[in-house]
């Protein structure tokens, strides 16, 4: 992924493949609905633990890989 617009849209596509609102979403990771719609929307200036808590409640797992040679 390249930015938080195409992150927001697999986001919004995992949800929806697992059957859950944007509402239950957001109760389950603790978070506001207005957050999920945001991060949905590909709002740049989410806050990066909502974030990860919003990921780890759907079951993604977030992978980082360094750059050759580092």
């Known amino acids: 992924m390249t930015d938080i617009k195409e992150l927001g849209e697999f986001v919004a596509k995992v949800r929806k493949e697992q059957g859950v609102t944007q509402l239950q979403l957001a109760q389950a990771a603790s978070v506001g609905r207005r957050f999920v719609v945001e991060l ?22 977030v992978t980082l890989t360094a750059p050759e040679g580092v």
């Open 40 to 61: 949905e929307n590909g709002k740049e200036t989410i806050q990066t633990g909502k974030l990860l808590k919003v990921l780890e409640t759907l079951g993604v797992d």
